[in-house]
C-alpha cells in the first residue's frame, strides 16, 4: 500500500459499524476507575466515584460487544475489511484486551464471573496476538503502515492480562504475561520509533494513535507491580521514568496532534494517562512518599480532567451523529 492508499483507507468519508477501536473507551474508563479504588484507599475519597465508572464501563462493553458482535453477523465485509486493514486490525486485540479489564471490575463482586471473563479475554488475546505476530514476521509490511497500535496485540494483552491474573491470585500466570508484553515492547519500541523519525509524518486522522505509546512503560509499571511485593524497587520506578518521558513529549507535541477536530479516536490517550496516574498511586500505595506523592495527585486529577473532557466531547459526538468514524473500503469481489 503506498502513501495515497494509506491516506486513502483511513480518510475514505462513509458512516461505518462500530469499529473494534471503540474498545478503547473500556480501558480509559477502567483504568480511571481503578485510579479511584486505589485513591480511595489511600486518600479516603469516596468510594462509590470508582464503582461508578467501573460500572460505567461494564455497561459501554457491555453494549459495544453486542454491535461488535453484530457487525460481524450482518456487515461481515466490513468486518472482514477492518481484520485484514494494515493499521486497523490491530484494534481488535483491544476486544479481549477490555475484557480482561472488565473482569478486574467485577472481581469486587462476582469472583467467578470475573474468572470466567478473564480466561477467555487472556485466552483471545493472546491468540489474536500469535496470529497478528505470525502476520508480521512473514514480512511484506509497508513502513508507513506502522504505528503504535502495533502494541496493542501482544504488548497491551501481555501487561493487561499480568494484572489480571494477579489480581485474581494466579501470580505465576501473571509473570508469564508480564514476560510476553515485556519483551514484545522492547522489540516493538525502536521499530516504530524509527518509523516516526525517518518516514513522513503521520497523517492526521492517524496521529491520535501516538497515545498509545504512552502506555506501554505505565501499563508495565502497573503490571510489574501487581506480580511483585514490598516496597517499589529500581525497575519499577525506572518504567515509570521512562512513561513520564513520553507523557511530556506528548505534551510537547499537543498543538500537532490536535490539527484535526475532536474525534473518538482520542480515547487512544486515555489508556496511557489513567496508567500514568494509577502506577504513580500504586507507587504510593506501597510505601513511597515526597514528591511522588504529590506527584500521584496532580497526574490523578490530570487524568480526570483529561478522561471526563474526552467523554464529554464524544457525548457531544454522539448526539450530533458524528461519533462514528470513516467506513474501511471493502475490497470488490
Known amino acids: 500500500m503506498n502513501k495515497s492508499g494509506l491516506k486513502f483507507a483511513v ?16 480501558l480509559g474508563l477502567v483504568g480511571l476507575g481503578n485510579c479511584w479504588r486505589v485513591a480511595a484507599k489511600i486518600w479516603y475519597l469516596p468510594a462509590w466515584i470508582g464503582e461508578a465508572i467501573m460500572l460505567l464501563a461494564i455497561a459501554i462493553w457491555l453494549m459495544l460487544l ?22 486497523l486490525c490491530c484494534f481488535i486485540g483491544l476486544v479481549p484486551v477490555s475484557t480482561v479489564l472488565v473482569a478486574l471490575a467485577i472481581a469486587p463482586y462476582f469472583r467467578s464471573i470475573a474468572v470466567a471473563l478473564f480466561v477467555v479475554g487472556a485466552i483471545s488475546q493472546l491468540s489474536f496476538g500469535v496470529y497478528r505476530s505470525g502476520q508480521l514476521w512473514m514480512g511484506g509490511r509497508n513502513p508507513e503502515t506502522t504505528t503504535p497500535v502495533l502494541y496493542l496485540p501482544t504488548v497491551a494483552g501481555g501487561f493487561v492480562s499480568a494484572i489480571g491474573a494477579s489480581a485474581l491470585g494466579y501470580r505465576e500466570w501473571g509473570v508469564l504475561f508480564f514476560g510476553m508484553g515485556m ?3 522492547l522489540a516493538l519500541e525502536s521499530i516504530i520509533i524509527q518509523r516516526l523519525y525517518l518516514l513522513d509524518s503521520l497523517p492526521k486522522p492517524l496521529r491520535p494513535t501516538l497515545g498509545i505509546q504512552l502506555a506501554p ?3 508495565g509499571c502497573v503490571a510489574y507491580l501487581s506480580i511483585t511485593s514490598g516496597y517499589p524497587d529500581t525497575f519499577a520506578h525506572i518504567l515509570f521514568g521512562y512513561g513520564m518521558l513520553q507523557a511530556l513529549i506528548l505534551l510537547r507535541l499537543m498543538s500537532w496532534l490536535f490539527q484535526q477536530p475532536f474525534a473518538a479516536s482520542y480515547w487512544a490517550f486515555t489508556f496511557g494517562i489513567a496508567a500514568l496516574a494509577l502506577s504513580a498511586l500504586r ?40 461519533l462514528l468514524p470513516p467506513s474501511i473500503p471493502v475490497k470488490s469481489a
Open 217 to 219: 512503560p505505565v501499563v
Open 183 to 185: 519483551f514484545s515492547w
Open 283 to 322: 507507587l504510593v500505595e506501597r510505601g513511597m512518599t515526597g514528591a511522588m506523592a504529590g506527584l500521584a495527585v496532580l497526574l490523578f486529577i490530570g487524568a480526570n480532567i483529561a478522561i471526563g473532557s474526552t467523554a464529554v466531547g464524544t457525548v457531544r459526538l454522539l448526539l450530533h451523529g458524528k
Open 11 to 26: 480518510l475514505k468519508a462513509k458512516c461505518s459499524p462500530v469499529p473494534a477501536s471503540f474498545f478503547g473507551i473500556i
Open 66 to 87: 453486542l454491535l461488535y458482535v453484530s457487525k460481524w453477523l450482518w456487515v461481515r465485509e466490513e468486518a472482514l475489511a477492518e481484520f485484514e486493514h494494515p493499521i
